[in-house]
């Protein structure tokens, strides 16, 4: 295959980390003069696995065990062939598609009723570099933890995704994606170069297109839709390419260095003899602290905090920051970000802890970042931006069902430090709006038993109600609160039950970059074949 050029033709010569080069055939013609590649070596026979097939129970289900669909056929698929060929089957018998690549996904997307064809992608988990496309290669069933042991054994870099070594890259970047990194080096979509998305056209037929950010690529829009709007709306990703703006030179300078250690500090207070006053100065010391170093390259943008409330049944509520070892005077910045965190307050840590761990290891450690255990695999998550610390009225909300009679040890709330890089990338830049924001809020609970799922589910939502009380339940754009991030998707949003702002999810999740994306999305997926009950609509 040719190299992607001003004649806007693509390659696909994979430079594998310890495999060598691996070229591919053509698959049929793109758009706009993109040509695809296809006859790619297949590792992995499409699978077909229907009812009463024993793989089938163990298939159904993604992370989440609240939700557990009942497709027709859930088709594993290991090549962009072979999702084209179960789209079009799709399509012309009328069967609703989703598809899946890690499973985490917080709703029932993957899972609706009306599903009745699953796409999973978990085979197509190939990660190296493309000489060509002068990027790496990133193939959606990807695990995280995969992709940061290959980026890192083969050329030493990284990209600032998140902790959970067992999510999925497909519905990771595609919804902007982000983590220990991202106060230094903003979000993963800030690298993402382009994609490969297989997209169904107005006469139902599918084909695999590849679009890039370049300025001159005629399908720069689906890009552009891929940083931060989503998956599920305008096709489904085969491959993304990663590399860094402006970035020269050889593999190993395309993307951030990855660093060689952690260091990790973790101090944890008891909630026996914690007064709500303490309490409301911790969580305000940690919101100014963040108002204070969020700028881009400002020096604590090294820092990741992460508070973790939880419920006072858990007896006690830690609070982590982490940050490369390496960094340049990285021990003052957590002794003055430590500081900051305990001024004003009297009641001793039972827990102060300061430890350095290979990089690696701590990212890719199983189990990490999970919302749930083996036992735990049932949970409801919703989510805010925050432009600042949250108000007194929202602190009293959070102690109050922090410390109420319903909540459990597996709920509470996290508070997790943003802002910094981020903020370097206009608004419109990418489909992730929130460029200002400082802080992610994400209010959590999890629990084993089916029997228990209304009194949880009702814990989490009134939670987030009294929080967002002032602005209609939920964290309507303005001074403090900017909306939700789509990667942590809440159908409630969408209800006028739990949402009475009169402000509509999308601009909760996309603010004022819904408009374009529903333009991508009547240019790319007219018949709608790709949707769910957050997707994006087209104009009306």
Same mark, same amino acid.
Not at 59 to 72: Q, S, V
Not at 176 to 193: M, T
Not at 394 to 414: C, E, F, K, W, Y
């Given at each position: 295959?040719?190299?992607?050029?001003?004649?806007?033709?693509?390659?696909?010569?994979?430079?594998?980390?310890?495999?060598?080069?691996?070229?591919?055939?053509?698959?049929?013609?793109?758009?706009?003069?993109?040509?695809?590649?296809?006859?790619?070596?297949?590792?992995?026979?499409?699978?077909?696995?229907?009812?009463?097939?024993?793989?089938?129970?163990?298939?159904?289900?993604?992370?989440?065990?609240?939700?557990?669909?009942?497709?027709?056929?859930?088709?594993?698929?290991?090549?962009?062939?072979?999702?084209?060929?179960?789209?079009?089957?799709?399509?012309?018998?009328?069967?609703?598609?989703?598809?899946?690549?890690?499973? %985490?996904?917080?709703?029932?997307?993957?899972?609706?009723?009306?599903?009745?064809?699953?796409?999973?992608?978990?085979?197509?988990?190939?990660?190296?570099?493309?000489?060509?496309?002068?990027?790496?290669?990133?193939?959606?069933?990807?695990?995280?933890?995969?992709?940061?042991?290959?980026?890192?054994?083969?050329?030493?870099?990284?990209?600032?995704?998140?902790?959970?070594?067992?999510?999925?890259?497909?519905? %990771?970047?595609?919804?902007?994606?982000?983590?220990?990194?991202?106060?230094?080096?903003?979000?993963?979509?800030? %690298?993402?170069?382009?994609?490969?998305?297989?997209?169904?056209?107005?006469?139902?037929?599918?084909?695999?297109?590849?679009?890039?950010?370049?300025?001159?690529?005629?399908?720069?829009?689906?890009?552009?839709?891929?940083?931060?709007?989503?998956?599920?709306?305008?096709?489904?990703?085969?491959?993304?390419?990663?590399?860094?703006?402006?970035?020269?030179?050889?593999?190993?300078?395309?993307?951030?260095?990855?660093?060689?250690?952690?260091?990790?500090?973790?101090?944890?207070?008891?909630?026996?003899?914690?007064?709500?006053?303490?309490?409301?100065?911790?969580?305000?010391?940690?919101?100014?602290?963040?108002?204070?170093?969020?700028?881009?390259?400002?020096?604590?943008?090294?820092?990741?905090?992460?508070?973790?409330?939880?419920?006072?049944?858990?007896?006690?509520?830690?609070?982590?920051?982490?940050?490369?070892?390496?960094?340049?005077?990285?021990?003052?910045?957590?002794?003055?970000?430590?500081?900051?965190?305990?001024?004003?307050?009297?009641?001793?840590?039972?827990?102060?802890?300061?430890?350095?761990?290979?990089?690696?290891?701590?990212?890719?450690?199983?189990?990490?970042?999970?919302?749930?255990?083996?036992?735990?695999?049932?949970?409801?998550?919703?989510?805010?931006?925050?432009?600042?610390?949250?108000?007194?009225?929202?602190?009293?909300?959070?102690?109050? %069902?922090?410390?109420?009679?319903?909540?459990?040890?597996?709920?509470?709330?996290?508070?997790?430090?943003?802002?910094?890089?981020?903020?370097?990338?206009?608004?419109?830049?990418?489909?992730?709006?929130?460029?200002?924001?400082?802080?992610?809020?994400?209010?959590?609970?999890?629990?084993?038993?089916?029997?228990?799922?209304?009194?949880?589910?009702?814990?989490?939502?009134?939670?987030?109600?009294?929080?967002?009380?002032?602005?209609?339940?939920?964290?309507?754009?303005?001074?403090?609160?900017?909306?939700?991030?789509?990667?942590?998707?809440?159908?409630?949003?969408?209800?006028?039950?739990?949402?009475?702002?009169?402000?509509?999810?999308?601009?909760?999740?996309?603010?004022?970059?819904?408009?374009?994306?529903?333009?991508?999305?009547?240019?790319?997926?007219?018949?709608?074949?790709?949707?769910?009950?957050?997707?994006?609509?087209?104009?009306?």
């Amino acid at each position: 295959m040719s190299r992607l050029t001003g004649r806007n033709q693509v390659s696909r010569r994979l430079l594998l980390a310890g495999a060598g080069a691996v070229a591919g055939g053509a698959l049929g013609a793109g758009v706009a003069g993109h040509a695809v590649a296809a006859a790619e070596p297949v590792k992995f026979e499409p699978v077909r696995i229907r009812p009463g097939d024993a793989r089938y129970e163990g298939l159904r289900r993604g992370n989440n065990f609240r939700f557990a669909g009942r497709p027709e056929e859930i088709r594993v698929v290991g090549s962009t062939e072979q999702v084209v060929r179960a789209v079009n089957e799709a399509v012309r018998a009328g069967r609703r598609v989703a598809v899946r690549s890690g499973g %985490h996904c917080f709703e029932n997307f993957t899972a609706d009723p009306a599903v009745k064809t699953l796409l999973d992608l978990s085979p197509m988990d190939e990660v190296g570099y493309d000489a060509d496309m002068r990027a790496f290669s990133v193939q959606p069933g990807a695990t995280l933890g995969h992709v940061y042991r290959t980026l890192f054994k083969g050329w030493g870099v990284t990209i600032p995704g998140g902790s959970c070594p067992a999510v999925g890259a497909g519905g %990771h970047f595609s919804g902007g994606g982000y983590g220990v990194l991202s106060r230094r080096y903003g979000s993963v979509v800030d %690298h993402l170069y382009g994609v490969e998305v297989v997209v169904a056209d107005r006469d139902g037929s599918a084909r695999a297109v590849v679009a890039t950010r370049e300025r001159d690529d005629p399908n720069r829009d689906l890009w552009w839709a891929h940083t931060g709007g989503g998956g599920g709306n305008f096709g489904i990703v085969t491959r993304y390419w990663l590399r860094s703006p402006g970035a020269k030179g050889d593999p190993s300078q395309l993307l951030p260095a990855s660093p060689s250690e952690m260091l990790e500090a973790v101090i944890a207070w008891p909630w026996q003899g914690m007064t709500e006053r303490t309490f409301t100065r911790l969580v305000r010391n940690f919101g100014v602290w963040h108002e204070r170093n969020s700028a881009p390259g400002a020096p604590g943008t090294g820092l990741y905090p992460i508070f973790m409330l939880s419920h006072r049944s858990a007896e006690y509520f830690p609070l982590a920051v982490q940050a490369d070892a390496g960094l340049p005077g990285v021990d003052r910045l957590v002794n003055e970000f430590m500081s900051a965190m305990t001024a004003g307050t009297d009641v001793e840590p039972i827990v102060n802890s300061r430890q350095t761990m290979p990089w690696l290891h701590k990212m890719t450690w199983p189990g990490t970042g999970e919302s749930g255990d083996a036992t735990t695999r049932r949970y409801k998550n919703k989510a805010a931006y925050l432009r600042r610390s949250l108000t007194g009225g929202q602190i009293a909300a959070v102690h109050r %069902h922090l410390t109420n009679a319903t909540g459990d040890p597996g709920s509470g709330m996290l508070l997790i430090g943003y802002g910094g890089q981020v903020g370097a990338v206009a608004p419109t830049a990418t489909a992730v709006a929130q460029r200002d924001v400082v802080m992610k809020a994400v209010y959590h609970t999890a629990w084993g038993a089916e029997a228990d799922d209304a009194a949880r589910l009702s814990w989490v939502r009134n939670f987030y109600r009294d929080v967002y009380a002032g602005t209609g339940g939920v964290p309507v754009p303005g001074p403090v609160n900017d909306g939700s991030y789509i990667n942590y998707p809440d159908v409630d949003l969408a209800d006028p039950e739990w949402n009475t702002s009169g402000v509509p999810w999308q601009t909760l999740y996309y603010k004022g970059n819904y408009r374009r994306l529903q333009q991508v999305k009547a240019r790319w997926d007219p018949r709608g074949v790709f949707r769910h009950a957050l997707s994006v609509e087209p104009p009306a």
